[in-house]
């Protein structure tokens, strides 16, 4: 069993940035992928981004240039920096490990003001 626990949304203006982190605990597999998926308020969650543990990242269209996913596999740890941020970036944020199986994180809120 993995658990997550993800960090670092709030309420930026647009055009501002924020940093989130995600922490993967128990039986953490060699190979994995983690990645940062949203749902926005009535719409269905969305990939944002993954890193393999090989290193190799995917992002959707909607982020490309603006967000960054990074692991510490050290830390069993990953990023999403996100810059230059819109106000359809509204979402709550979710964590997602996946090996074998699948891992949710609880979810951070991120807020983007016009």
């Known amino acids: 069993h993995v658990q997550l626990v993800e960090s670092g949304g709030g309420l930026v203006q647009a055009g501002g940035s924020l940093r989130l982190s995600c922490t993967a605990s128990?039986?953490?597999?060699?190979?994995?992928?983690m990645g940062w998926y949203r749902q926005a308020p009535g719409k269905q969650r969305e990939r944002v981004a993954t890193?393999?543990?090989?290193?190799?990242?995917n992002y959707a269209d909607s982020v490309k240039g603006r967000f960054t996913i990074s692991r510490d596999g050290a830390k069993n740890m990953v990023y999403l920096q996100m810059n230059s941020l819109k106000p359809e970036d509204t979402a709550v944020y979710y964590c997602?490990?996946?090996?074998?199986?699948?891992?949710w994180g609880q979810g951070t809120r991120v807020t983007v003001s016009s």
């Open positions: 128990g039986s953490i597999s060699s190979i994995n992928v």
């Open positions: 997602k490990y996946t090996d074998a199986y699948q891992y």
């Open positions: 890193i393999t543990s090989g290193g190799s990242t």
